[in-house]
């Protein structure tokens, strides 16, 4: 077992209740909001809903409502599902116009008003709403999130400007100053420094153009990010680019800065000296990062560094290098939480969308497909940083549970809408030993994903 998978391990079986609990819990949440999607419309659409499963396999508890709606939890707590009266599975993979028989007589036919509550009988556009009400309720619900946080605890706003340009990187090769405020990106404009980090971590051998703002004067800069392979604290690796602009932040530490303008000294006392001298300016700094040094270029202002003159200050041992306030809350009333949350929420979409296809062309390293291990490690790590960072985490799986179950698959929500596409168009329904097969054949690529994915966690702990 190596070093990672030890640590993992210790660390997941110190704070079991923690990592399965938050697990299961945003989970089980996101399926039931999920299926409920589709119990819903269907109720709307006049389609009786003979069970609805949180899990999969052996029942554990359950009960009838007054719809005759078998609701249960089962043994498997990794997903669920609503059958449909009429269906011959879960999955919608097949009908059937019998009934069983009660008292062990033969199936019998349906009635012509058990025919109206079945689904397949129910037009092409209802079973298409019924469908897709799934995906829409998780993109719904992810958006009702974020609205609540923004206007209950306020959105953290970090500005899009470069603080900081890292020597030799990216930026520092495309002219990147510090201080730049960075307008649009690739003609799109942004206003936060999170939305700057999460265009280019998705570009990978891409160059990209970038309008900023620099002491009043607008000019284009255009850089390609660099590739930079990162590994969380459980061993799970990623790519994404880097730019090399620093965001405003807290500062950086006089401990860990061991030259000034190339000038190597040995106190922090000289530090601090040679930083005062140099305010105003742009200069070079030299950070100890442990494993390494990185060089930085800055341009400090002395009105935000008073502090380096009084050791009785808590800034006393920090260099700031951000010229206004590194970061702000702002409390948005519903109109506006709203748009932020949509405007969040459609971000998250076209950043995984992307990143999903340099998987498809190379690009981006499969390897990167998380599955079960990789999501209850983020869940626990989320969940004892603290609930609003798990109710944020909880609206990003969330909006990737509504896309993924939109890709054009065999039995996931998406392949059943490419089929009634072609139902709508043809003006009849595909065969079902075609659907059948395609059914299976989704089947298939769905528990090969799944392996795939589980078997790179395992891998990557391991290795």
């Known amino acids: 077992m190596t070093t990672s998978m030890a640590e993992m391990f210790q660390l997941v079986a110190g704070n079991i209740w923690l990592y399965g609990g938050s697990f299961l819990l945003v989970l089980s949440i996101l399926v039931f909001i999920h299926e409920f999607g589709h119990y819903y419309i269907a109720r709307l659409c006049g389609v009786r809903v003979e069970v609805f499963s949180i899990g999969f396999g052996r029942e554990i508890w359950g009960f009838n409502d007054k719809h005759g709606t078998r609701w249960k939890f089962s043994l498997i707590p990794l997903g669920g599902y609503v059958k449909m009266f009429g269906d011959s599975d879960p999955a919608s993979a097949g009908h059937s116009d019998k009934v069983k028989g009660e008292g062990g007589e033969a199936p019998r036919a349906m009635t012509e008003a058990e025919r109206k509550e079945a689904f397949f009988a129910k037009s092409v556009g209802k079973r298409a709403a019924i469908v897709f009400a799934g995906p829409a309720i998780n993109y719904l619900f992810a958006i009702v999130l974020l609205a609540g946080l923004f206007m209950f605890h306020g959105q953290d706003v970090t500005p899009a400007e470069s603080?900081?340009?890292?020597?030799?990187?990216?930026?520092?090769?495309?002219?990147?100053?510090?201080?730049?405020?960075?307008?649009?990106?690739?003609?799109?404009?942004?206003?936060?420094?999170?939305?700057?980090?999460?265009?280019?971590?998705?570009?990978?051998?891409?160059?990209?153009?970038?309008?900023?703002?620099?002491?009043?004067?607008?000019?284009?800069?255009?850089?390609?990010?660099?590739?930079?392979?990162?590994?969380?604290?459980?061993?799970?690796?990623?790519?994404?680019?880097?730019?090399?602009?620093?965001?405003?932040?807290?500062?950086?530490?006089?401990?860990?800065?061991?030259?000034?303008?190339?000038?190597?000294?040995?106190?922090?006392?000289?530090?601090?000296?040679?930083?005062?001298?140099?305010?105003?300016?742009?200069?070079?700094?030299?950070?100890?990062?442990?494993?390494?040094?990185?060089?930085?270029?800055?341009?400090?202002?002395?009105?935000?560094?008073?502090?380096?003159?009084?050791?009785?200050?808590?800034?006393?041992?920090?260099?700031?290098?951000?010229?206004?306030?590194?970061?702000?809350?702002?409390?948005?009333?519903?109109?506006?939480?709203?748009?932020?949350?949509?405007?969040?929420?459609?971000?998250?979409?076209?950043?995984?969308?992307?990143?999903?296809?340099?998987?498809?062309?190379?690009?981006?390293?499969?390897?990167?497909?998380?599955?079960?291990?990789?999501?209850?490690?983020?869940?626990?790590?989320?969940?004892?940083?603290?609930?609003?960072?798990?109710?944020?985490?909880?609206?990003?799986?969330?909006?990737?549970?509504?896309?993924?179950?939109?890709f054009p698959i065999p039995m996931l929500d998406g392949g059943h809408l490419a089929f009634y596409a072609v139902e709508a168009v043809k003006g009849g329904p595909i065969s079902e030993q075609f659907q059948e097969y395609a059914f299976r054949f989704g089947l298939a690529i769905l528990v090969g994903i799944m392996l795939f994915a589980n078997l790179n966690d395992i891998v990557q702990l391991v290795l």
């Open 163 to 406: 603080s900081a340009v890292i020597a030799g990187s990216a930026a520092d090769k495309a002219g990147f100053k510090p201080h730049d405020v960075i307008l649009t990106i690739d003609g799109q404009p942004i206003d936060r420094f999170d939305e700057l980090r999460r265009s280019v971590m998705v570009k990978l051998d891409t160059p990209m153009e970038f309008t900023v703002n620099r002491a009043g004067e607008v000019i284009t800069l255009t850089a390609t990010p660099e590739r930079m392979e990162t590994e969380d604290r459980h061993g799970f690796k990623s790519t994404r680019g880097m730019l090399g602009v620093i965001s405003p932040g807290d500062g950086l530490a006089i401990d860990n800065i061991v030259a000034v303008n190339g000038q190597r000294t040995e106190t922090p006392e000289a530090i601090r000296t040679a930083l005062l001298a140099n305010m105003g300016k742009t200069f070079t700094i030299m950070l100890d990062r442990g494993a390494k040094e990185e060089g930085m270029v800055v341009q400090p202002l002395l009105e935000q560094n008073q502090d380096l003159k009084n050791p009785e200050s808590e800034g006393y041992n920090v260099l700031v290098v951000a010229q206004g306030a590194p970061q702000k809350t702002i409390r948005h009333n519903p109109i506006g939480a709203v748009g932020a949350a949509v405007a969040e929420t459609w971000s998250v979409t076209t950043s995984t969308l992307e990143a999903i296809g340099q998987m498809f062309t190379g690009t981006r390293s499969a390897t990167e497909l998380g599955g079960i291990i990789r999501i209850g490690a983020l869940a626990g790590d989320m969940a004892q940083v603290g609930i609003l960072a798990l109710i944020s985490f909880t609206a990003l799986l969330s909006i990737n549970l509504g896309l993924i179950n939109l």
